[in-house]
Nanobody, 116 residues
């Protein structure tokens, strides 16, 4: 069974930066989209950023210009560089891989806490 493992979360002051990474426990062939989602307490999970196999990136309006998503297809990894963090970015961040056959794989999440 494939697992996605996130790393890089933590506590940071407002204005600071964090870099999240997500790697699959074994190679998944033909991944279409990779993405990051987040869920704050009492809130629904929301899309943060996605990136296609061709490198096209899509961002939530709230993170545009501050976050950058990238992927390494040879290593089945996706990263999220988060700059100029705000307290409202506090959430559990999870990665998701979607294969071309429609199967979706989720990580268990990593906590990001931004203090004011």
């Amino acid at each position: 069974q494939v697992q996605l493992v996130e790393s890089g979360g933590g506590l940071v002051q407002a204005g600071g930066s964090l870099r999240l990474s997500c790697v699959a426990s074994r190679m998944i062939f033909r991944i279409n989209d990779m993405g990051w989602y987040r869920q704050a307490p009492g809130q629904q999970r929301e899309l943060v950023a996605t990136i296609t196999s061709g490198g096209y990136a899509n961002y939530a309006n709230s993170v545009k210009g501050r976050f950058t998503i990238s992927r390494d297809n040879t290593k089945n990894t996706v990263s999220l560089q988060m700059n100029s963090l705000k307290p409202e970015d506090t959430a559990v961040y999870s990665c998701k891989f979607r294969a071309v056959d429609g199967l979706a794989y989720w990580g268990q999440g990593t906590q990001v806490t931004v203090s004011s």
